[in-house]
Every structure is written in C-alpha cells, then in structure tokens.
C-alpha cells in the first residue's frame, strides 16, 4: 500500500481521466485549506472561467487516503473519488444559481468557531473575535431542512461591496430573524428525548426530574450554529435574572451552549467536563471551545472564566512560540 505523499501524488495525476466528458475543459487545483477545526489536502474541481465568489467541489484527500487504507483499492477509490466530484459539480451549479450577491445584505448570518482552531480558515475569512472565539459570516442559500449556507470569504465580500462591520450589523439582525434564539430547560429538553424515543410522558418526566439543578440549553429553533445565541444580550441576561444569579455557560458545540447558575460550582471542574465532552461525544468539525465562560448578572458582561492549557480541539498538544494573531481580519 503506497504512503499519503505518493498517494496524493497519484490521484492528482489520475483522477481528471476518469471524469466525464462532459467535465472535459476542468482541471484540478491542489491547496491546503481550512476547514472547520482542521486544516486538509484539498483538490477542486474548477472550470475553464474560474472566479474567486463561485463554489467549487472539493474532495480531502486526507479522506479519501483513509477511504483507500481501509479497503485497499486504488482504482475503486479513485473511481469513486471522481463519482462524487461529478455529482458535486452539479449541486455547486445549481447553489451559485440560486446566490444573489445583490440581495446578500438579507442573507448573511453569523456563527461562532474557535480562533486558535480556525487560524488558516480565518485568514480568508472577514471575523471578529470575542474572547477565544471568532465570529465568522455565512451566506444563506436555503433555510429549510437542511439548511444550505456557504462562508462569506474575502473576496465575496468584496464582490457584495460590505466591510467586517456591516457584516457584523446586517448579521446580527438576519440571524435572529431566520434562526430565532431559545433557551430551554435541560429538563424540558430530555422529556422530549425520552419521548422522541419510545418512552411514554410519565416515564419521561420523571427520568427528566431527576436533574435538580437548573441547566438550560441554549441554542436556536433550527439547532444549527445556535451556540452564537449566547451573544445576544437580552437571552442570556434574561435568563440570569430568572434564575436569579450569575451563570457559566458551558460550550457543547457549535450547535448549542449551557447555562448554569455559577453558586456552588466550580468553573475549572465545569471546563473539565467540556473537554470531555469534546473529545468523547462531538466530532471534530462541531467541537467549539475547551473554556468556560462566565455572565457577570450586575455588570452584563461574558467572558472566560478559565485558561485551561489545553485549548486545541483536536487533542493535539498546543504548539510553542504561536503569534497570537488578535488582529481583525476586514
């Protein structure tokens, strides 16, 4: 079995012949690009009249080197390989028919990823950080199930003629008209899992009264990049007033964060919990800090409550002598 350098290698040099002849004027472009939480070997399938805002297919070949270890053929995994980028040709086509830069300002939403995770994305990505996180823009295609987004590079924006700031304000707006935030009851929450599979109500609630301490997710009604609703001022505060106290809130992944009242509780012990649950339950491309965070109720402010050492995602150990690049990217 030939190593990953050999590998790339070949399917660079292959994989154009198998495609079909109607891809015939393409060509492949090799990089290193940064995708969520992670940096791969990219290939991308251009056409002839590439342009900087258009969505081209791409294939990882860090994946697909895994794909070919576990069954160790090479043609079947090249043959598949151009398969996919084929059937991605088409859907990329028919996603830039339907993005209208004109229109973009009522489409730009924002999530939320982890800046020390993200470095190289963020390098051709308008952000802004808050704390260990950054902020990064996202243009909506379709909001229904599944939603379809694509990310709001450099040269899009330009295209769509926005700066970071007017990103930043027509985001805030637009993504709690087309994702409204919630805040649920840990409880509540689990009633519905219980129910959802299989259990009758009774049984489901009293499974779910079984938490005492008060643990609220929140999240947006889609459930999708929700953990950006925390930054919404009136959600959290309102909550630290019903609740009567100071929180911790606790990022699960990007989909959706924990609030938790901060008496009795220790934040180190909290952040412990979140690595955990990190390297044990969320995958890599969803995992979004190892840090705790902390609402102050009187001053209305959040921000970390801990600097544990360990702040990769990817269970690596941190790298030494790192810039620590606090700069906006605009």
Known sequence: MMDYE???DVVREKLMSLMPDEL?????RADRTGKMNETLDALHLVPPDCLPDKLYPTVYLNHVYEEYKKSGDLQGTLELTAFYLAGACREAERKNSRINL????ESIIMSLVNTQQNREMLGYMPHREFEDLSIIYKYVIDTRNPVETVPVTVEMAEK???GEEELFDVAVENT???FPPTAEL?????VEMFMDGGFSEEAAREMGNVIQTPIYCISNKMSINGAVSMLYGDVIHGLSEQLESDLYILPMSVHEVMAVPTEGIAPKELAELVEKNNMSRIR????????VYHYDKKRQILALATDTPNKRLDGSAPKQNRRDGKNQSR
């Open 284 to 291: 890599l491309g969803d995992r979004l800090s190892n840090q």
């Open 102 to 105: 004109q229109g973009a300002p």
């Open 6 to 8: 050999m590998f790339k």
């Open 176 to 178: 709690r008209r087309l």
């Open 160 to 162: 769509i003629g926005m």
């Open 24 to 28: 015939a004027g393409y060509s492949l």
């Open 186 to 190: 840990l409880n509540d929450v689990v």
